[in-house]
């Protein structure tokens, strides 16, 4: 995979024939504090140099593009919309920047249902973001945290439940991470000259769970499988060489890991 383009809220990278873009949603700042020390753990105190203010810590929100040959755009994850703070919801300025119409979106691929993932269907000033839309690639499992937002309701009809394993595009299927939420999934590309994970919300705060990655988030909804799942995936993706591109890894999210010591170190792509 290499580096096509970069701008201060838009990365660009091509793998085969396929076009790969990071977008910045923009950023949220969370409490220190969220972050344990392993399932049904106190908490961890990161290092100050972790932190965005002593008992702050900032979170990335970045969205995934692929284009490729004959597909129309699939969107992994669509950012928070104006649902919540003003540092967020800020995709469709990271697309006019990256010089992408929204209306060449025809798939959202939803990792889970929280609202930094998929509020953003709706612009900040209302709008429906992505004019072109046939499909909301879902989890089967969830469905009904969608069905639970009545401001979405408009978007029902499109909804396309997947499970662990299933296509949604040649080279492109559908992974089941789970842990963090009700239908966790990711969605993995392969290129044919790259294998790339998009793994969601498999990390939080990743200054601290690549190197020790039995530290929990307190959102998860179930921390031992959360844990587990991260465990497993960072040893397949250094196992294989697969390229990571998470959601809240620091901008622009997408990076390779080796061992290092007990745990990992992210190689970031750019
Ligand atoms: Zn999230």
Request: hydrophobic residues 40%; proline residues 5%.
């Amino acid at each position: 995979m290499i580096v096509a383009s970069q701008s201060a809220n838009a990365l660009s990278c091509t793998s085969g024939s396929w076009k790969i873009w990071s977008l910045s949603d923009g950023h949220v700042d969370m409490p220190a504090d969220l972050l344990r020390r392993g399932p049904g753990l106190g908490k961890y105190t990161l290092p100050e140099s972790s932190r965005q203010e002593p008992s702050l810590v900032r979170l990335s929100v970045n969205c995934f593009l692929l284009e490729g040959a004959g597909n129309s755009g699939v969107l992994i994850d669509c950012g928070a919309g104006g649902q919540w703070e003003p540092s967020l919801g800020h995709l469709d300025s990271a697309m006019a920047e990256a010089g992408i119409d929204p209306s060449s979106i025809g798939v959202v691929a939803l990792t889970h249902t929280h609202l930094d993932h998929l509020n953003g269907l709706i612009t900040r000033d209302g709008r429906v973001a992505f004019a072109n839309l046939s499909r909301i690639v879902i989890a089967h499992d969830a469905v009904a945290g969608f069905v639970d937002q009545p401001h979405l309701e408009r978007f029902r009809h499109l909804l396309a439940p997947v499970r662990d394993g299933d296509q949604l595009a040649d080279h492109l299927a559908a992974l089941s991470i789970p842990g963090h939420a009700p239908g966790h999934m990711a969605y993995v590309l392969d290129s044919g000259e790259d294998r790339i994970l998009f793994c969601g919300d498999v990390f939080h705060v990743p200054a601290a769970q690549f190197a020790r990655p039995e530290l929990t988030w307190a959102y998860d909804l179930d921390q031992s499988i959360a844990c587990a799942t991260r465990i497993n995936l960072l040893r397949e993706a250094s196992n294989t060489r697969a390229w990571l591109a998470g959601a809240h890894m620091a901008k622009p999210g997408i990076g390779r890991v080796v061992e290092e010591g007990s745990g990992y170190t992210l190689l970031p792509i750019a």
